[in-house]
């Protein structure tokens, strides 16, 4: 909801109990909590809070946030867009910036690119690709990251794909659900064939989120929570917010979270 720049995600990585003379720290076993602001992401489990920072210190990071996205491996490889470098010599565009992949298991950071400006992150549910837009030499462009490789490779981008709406990739890994912007700055939410380039408008709205089954895409639109269908089909409102007696609410910021069971999200 409105109210600060704050990204949160919420990650099922495996079964473990909890004692019973403890409360709950989260309301599933042994889920992981990704959330973040300015200049830093924090992790939180049952066991504790880990407090990441970009992997070089820039300060301009102190003012720009593109939202980070984790796996749903157990290792839980994290993926984030941070600035790390100014360059004097450039008329323009004197800020750096590239891709940070975290590996929670090595506890270390790798970075990737060069480029003018970069965009939220979308990492595929098993780890293995980035999706992320970036502005290059005054160009918007779609980047893939293979993770295994280190390889970049442009995809597909469509006009309108819009930086700051997170990539979310099908489970088959052949399709990514996006947010396009129009001139009139609204949004709708839209599939993306990887291979051809086929962008399908499914509804208005931002932040899609693809279910872990590759059923459903759940997506904010004003005050509601949708899901449809990839194809666009049945489109429902999974949840609709309301006026409180001093608030305004409306969805804003981060996306839905879908439920491990794939039965509920946002």
Same mark, same amino acid.
């Given at each position: 909801m409105r109210n600060g720049c704050v990204a949160v995600a919420l990650v099922l990585l495996g079964a473990t109990g909890v004692r019973a003379d403890r409360v709950p720290t989260f309301?599933?076993?042994?889920?992981?909590?990704?959330?973040?602001?300015?200049? @830093?992401?924090?992790?939180?489990?049952?066991?504790?809070?880990?407090?990441?920072?970009?992997?070089?210190?820039?300060?301009?990071?102190?003012?720009?946030?593109?939202?980070p996205s984790i796996s749903a491996r157990q290792d839980g490889v994290i993926a984030w867009?941070?600035?790390?470098?100014?360059?004097?010599?450039?008329?323009?565009?004197?800020?750096?910036f590239a891709l940070g992949l975290y590996s929670r298991a090595n506890q270390q950071w790798r970075t990737y690119g060069n480029f003018d400006r970069i965009g939220d992150a979308g990492i595929s549910s098993d780890g293995t690709k980035v999706a992320f837009v970036v502005r290059e030499h005054g160009r918007m462009t779609l980047q893939i990251l293979n993770v295994a490789t280190g390889a970049l490779t442009e995809?597909?981008?469509?006009?309108?794909?819009?930086p700051r709406g997170t990539p979310s990739w099908s489970p088959d890994l052949t399709h990514l659900a996006v @947010?396009?912007?129009r001139p009139d700055e609204t949004s709708f939410v839209a599939t993306l064939d990887l291979g051809t380039g086929e962008l399908r408008a499914i509804g208005d709205?931002?932040?899609?989120?693809?279910?872990?089954?590759?059923?459903?895409?759940?997506?904010?639109?004003?005050?509601?929570?949708?899901?449809?269908?990839?194809?666009?089909?049945?489109?429902t409102i999974a949840m609709a917010l309301k006026d409180g007696w001093f608030t305004y609410k409306e969805f804003d910021w981060g996306g839905p979270v879908w439920s491990p069971d794939r039965k509920n999200s946002c």
């Amino acid at each position: 909801m409105r109210n600060g720049c704050v990204a949160v995600a919420l990650v099922l990585l495996g079964a473990t109990g909890v004692r019973a003379d403890r409360v709950p720290t989260f309301s599933l076993p042994n889920a992981l909590l990704l959330f973040g602001d300015y200049n @830093q992401l924090r992790v939180v489990t049952a066991r504790g809070e880990q407090v990441l920072h970009p992997a070089v210190d820039e300060g301009y990071n102190r003012g720009y946030f593109a939202l980070p996205s984790i796996s749903a491996r157990q290792d839980g490889v994290i993926a984030w867009g941070f600035a790390v470098g100014w360059d004097e010599t450039r008329r323009h565009d004197k800020a750096r910036f590239a891709l940070g992949l975290y590996s929670r298991a090595n506890q270390q950071w790798r970075t990737y690119g060069n480029f003018d400006r970069i965009g939220d992150a979308g990492i595929s549910s098993d780890g293995t690709k980035v999706a992320f837009v970036v502005r290059e030499h005054g160009r918007m462009t779609l980047q893939i990251l293979n993770v295994a490789t280190g390889a970049l490779t442009e995809g597909l981008y469509q006009p309108g794909m819009w930086p700051r709406g997170t990539p979310s990739w099908s489970p088959d890994l052949t399709h990514l659900a996006v @947010q396009v912007h129009r001139p009139d700055e609204t949004s709708f939410v839209a599939t993306l064939d990887l291979g051809t380039g086929e962008l399908r408008a499914i509804g208005d709205g931002f932040f899609p989120r693809w279910s872990p089954d590759g059923r459903w895409i759940a997506f904010y639109s004003g005050r509601r929570c949708m899901v449809v269908h990839p194809d666009g089909s049945r489109s429902t409102i999974a949840m609709a917010l309301k006026d409180g007696w001093f608030t305004y609410k409306e969805f804003d910021w981060g996306g839905p979270v879908w439920s491990p069971d794939r039965k509920n999200s946002c």
